[in-house]
Every structure is written in C-alpha cells, then in structure tokens.
C-alpha cells in the first residue's frame, strides 16, 4: 500500500485544486492511504520563502494574467469555481487549527471542502467565527467542543509542529505531498505525476 502525505493550506487557491484532484484521484486508487497534515504556509513563506511577497509587491503584469488565465482552466479542468475573495489574504489560523479537530472526527475531507468553498467559491472570510461556526455545523462537528479545542495549546502546537515538518522536509508552499515519506511534489498540477507511480 502507497502512502501519500498531503500538507495543505486552505488560504491556497493552488491547494484547493490540489485537494479536489486528489480526492479524484483516490478514487482510481482505493488502496492509497492519505495523511492530510493542515499547516500554515504564512509561517512557510516567512521563514524560508519571502519571495512570494516580493512577488505580489512588484508583480510581472505579463505573468499575473497567464496566472488568472491559468487558473480558471484548472478550474474548468477539475470542476469548481474558484473566485477573488475581498480579503485576501486571509488569516485561516483557526480554520487550519480545526483541521485537526475533523482529523480526531473522521471528517477531514468534508469539512477542508467545505472550508475551501466557503472562501474560495461563496468568498467569505474564513478567519470570521460566524463563518466558521456555520461550517462546522454544515459538516455535523460539535460546535462548542470545536471552538474549545482550536483555543487549547495542543492545536496550536500540532500546527505549528506540521508548519516546521514541511520546512524541515525541504517543503517551501502549498499543496506540498509526500508519495512514500521521501518523494516531495509541490503544486496541483503534480497529480498526474504521483498517479504515474502508484
């Protein structure tokens, strides 16, 4: 059995499309095990990759169209919608810091969906607590336990504990993936790759 390590961001247009291609994927591959492993990539960036900031300072005009051009056909590809949410970039702390509370629950995969499509597709500000509080009932998850756990130290060390795993694996954004613990791929568009060796 193949193991594919999944280290996401939901604050990622990218991620978004990474996550919904592999869940399309482990459907052609009953037999592969995922770990979603939720992380900062703010905390990335700032440690090792400021050149994204950089980037969104001076960007290249020439570059920032083929980028939206780009990724509408990922989305056309995929099938979902992917808008420009007026906060960004958004504060997803506490979502991400939930993610480990729908990993204890057995609902990673609806509840990093339905994070994903309240920012990115209806464009609310995921970093709101009404918004939150909707998702979380949206996928069946215990309100007031939810927003207790996300304020406790542990999740905020288990986030910051993957943030640091990534960095230290030679990981430098979101989505990263991991096929079998040392074979990193970095980006959406990898999938097809990972899929050629399983």
Same mark, same amino acid.
């Given at each position: 059995?193949?193991?594919?390590? +999944?280290?996401? =961001?939901?604050?990622?247009?990218?991620? /978004? #499309?990474?996550?919904?291609?592999?869940?399309? @994927?482990?459907?052609?591959?009953?037999?592969?095990?995922?770990? /979603?492993?939720? &992380?900062?990539?703010?905390?990335?960036?700032?440690?090792?990759?400021?050149?994204?900031?950089?980037?969104? =300072?001076?960007?290249?005009?020439?570059?920032?169209? /083929?980028?939206?051009?780009?990724?509408? =056909?990922?989305?056309?590809?995929?099938?979902?919608?992917?808008?420009?949410?007026?906060?960004?970039?958004?504060?997803?702390?506490?979502? @991400?810091?939930?993610? +480990?509370?729908? #990993?204890?629950?057995?609902?990673?995969?609806?509840?990093?969906?339905?994070? &994903?499509?309240?920012?990115?597709?209806?464009?609310?500000?995921?970093?709101?607590?009404?918004?939150?509080?909707?998702?979380?009932?949206?996928?069946?998850?215990?309100?007031?336990? &939810?927003?207790?756990?996300?304020?406790?130290?542990?999740?905020?060390? @288990?986030?910051?504990?993957?943030?640091?795993?990534?960095?230290?694996?030679?990981?430098?954004?979101?989505?990263?993936?991991?096929?079998?613990?040392?074979?990193? /791929?970095?980006?959406?568009?990898?999938?097809?790759?990972?899929?050629?060796?399983?």
């Amino acid at each position: 059995m193949s193991k594919l390590e +999944f280290f996401f =961001d939901c604050s990622s247009p990218w991620t /978004y #499309l990474g996550f919904e291609s592999l869940e399309q @994927m482990r459907g052609r591959h009953p037999d592969l095990k995922v770990l /979603y492993k939720p &992380f900062l990539v703010g905390g990335v960036f700032n440690a090792i990759n400021p050149s994204v900031y950089a980037n969104r =300072d001076n960007p290249v005009p020439a570059k920032q169209a /083929y980028s939206k051009k780009d990724l509408q =056909d990922w989305c056309t590809y995929v099938g979902i919608r992917i808008g420009q949410p007026p906060v960004f970039p958004v504060n997803s702390v506490k979502a @991400m810091r939930g993610a +480990f509370v729908a #990993l204890e629950n057995e609902c990673i995969v609806p509840y990093a969906r339905a994070v &994903f499509k309240r920012y990115w597709t209806d464009l609310d500000d995921i970093s709101q607590e009404t918004v939150l509080r909707e998702i979380v009932n949206e996928v069946g998850l215990d309100e007031t336990e &939810f927003f207790e756990r996300i304020s406790q130290q542990a999740y905020k060390d @288990m986030l910051r504990q993957n943030t640091e795993e990534l960095i230290e694996r030679g990981g430098f954004g979101s989505p990263t993936l991991f096929l079998n613990t040392d074979d990193m /791929y970095f980006g959406n568009d990898r999938m097809t790759l990972i899929e050629a060796k399983l």
